[in-house]
């Protein structure tokens, strides 16, 4: 009842926008499109929106644009085609990326690591953990949860939180049927509740899962930097990240869940020189990445050319950049590499784990 009548002041909200563009500037796509133009339902709008939510900031009506684009997507199935092509595959093998997730949770058990154990938390990882070359990220957060004092386990079939089929893939249906099948994993294990890797979809998702689908999780939920930050007389350093750091903070974390100083908190702790690079909380620019677009080449080349020189300027003279979603460390690597932005980036579990021992290569 109460999910139907949010539903419907969504609705009655979109309705309430005047075409003031006072918002435009906001959207990372700015001049190229306008959140108006997806307030009006125009296709390619509404493919290359991220879902970021940093228009809302500046609407004096406070209309939730990524909501309007959500409903659009889901309703009238308005995607990028290479996505919906990549949808299809992804579903019918059941992961983001088509990929298995068996030899990498095996990788991790007969590295010692508990999986399908009864613990107080579920690890959920980013769906990109899955990959081998994101691997060492993978490893990271483990590593780092056991380092923390984590009761945790792994689950040998849920390889990710699923978000990107909500926020990417626009497929509510499919969403539904994984959140239950976590759920009830969660209800097997005994846990109390799930810590959340670093995918910006996921942090969106999980903590208001009533929101989109109506449903409440009885559960805790924990975000990585939470994580990390619940513990931090224990983030004790052997050796601090050198050169000049920065943080970009994901849509999820800062304008979803408010979590701003946390990261930072951490950071601080762990490199030598760490530097804010504005705008930064629930007023960071977006990477770009989110709502589908790091999936479709298309969407990626055009925001390179549209969102790639406002981040490449904003990290200038910067060594390193740290981020806590893989999605937004995939995308903010393509600026960097396809437009000289000279800067490396890395997530916030890497730099941590690495700077507290854990043989990785140096970020
Ligand atoms: S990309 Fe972000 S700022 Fe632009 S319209 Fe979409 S939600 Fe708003
Ligand atoms: S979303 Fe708000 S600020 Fe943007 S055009 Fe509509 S009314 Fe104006």
Redesign the pocket.
Same mark, same amino acid.
């Given at each position: 009842m109460l999910f139907e009548l949010t539903k419907l002041l969504y609705k009655l909200s979109y309705k309430?926008?005047?075409?003031?563009?006072?918002?435009?500037e906001q959207c990372p796509w700015y001049p190229a499109f306008k959140?108006?133009e997806r !307030?009006k339902g125009e296709l390619e709008a509404v493919m290359h929106c991220t879902m970021c939510g940093r228009?809302v900031l500046?609407?004096?009506?406070s !209309?939730p !644009?990524h909501k309007r684009v959500y409903d659009l997507r889901v309703e009238e199935n308005i995607l990028d085609k290479e996505l919906i092509e990549i949808r299809e595959k992804s579903e019918a093998i059941g992961h983001t990326f088509g990929v298995k997730w068996s030899p990498v949770v095996n990788r991790l058990k007969n590295m010692g690591y508990r999986v399908d154990e009864p613990a107080e938390w579920l690890f959920v990882p980013s769906a990109f953990d899955s990959l081998p070359q994101s691997f060492n990220d993978l490893l990271s957060e483990v590593w780092l949860l056991e380092k923390l004092g984590y009761d945790f386990t792994l689950s040998s079939v849920i390889a990710e939180g699923f978000g990107n089929f909500i926020f990417d893939m626009a497929d509510i249906d499919y969403f539904k049927k994984k959140a239950k099948l976590l759920s009830k994993i969660v209800r097997e294990l005994g846990v109390k509740g799930i810590i959340i890797g670093e995918c910006g979809a996921d942090y969106k998702v999980w903590p208001r899962l009533h929101l989109y689908i109506g449903e409440k999780i009885d559960f805790e939920t924990l975000l990585f930097p939470q994580a990390i930050y619940r513990k931090l007389e224990k983030v004790r350093p052997v050796r601090k990240v050198k050169g000049i750091v920065s943080y970009h903070d994901p849509c999820g974390l800062s304008r979803y869940n408010f979590v701003i100083d946390e990261p930072r908190a951490i950071l601080k702790k762990v490199c030598e020189n760490f530097v804010e690079r504005p705008p930064k909380g629930k007023r960071q620019t977006c990477c770009g990445g989110g709502g589908g677009v790091s999936f479709s080449r298309r969407l990626v080349n055009d925001a390179i050319k549209f969102i790639g020189p406002k981040k490449v300027e904003q990290f200038k003279g910067v060594d390193i950049v740290v981020t806590s979603c893989a999605k937004c460390k995939s995308m903010l690597m393509t600026y960097s590499l396809r437009l000289k932005g000279g800067f490396r980036v890395h997530r916030l579990s890497y730099v941590v784990a690495w700077s507290m021992g854990l043989e990785v290569p140096r970020p």
């Open positions: 309430s926008c005047t075409k003031c563009d006072q918002c435009a959140p108006s !307030v228009c500046a609407c004096p009506l !209309v !644009v």
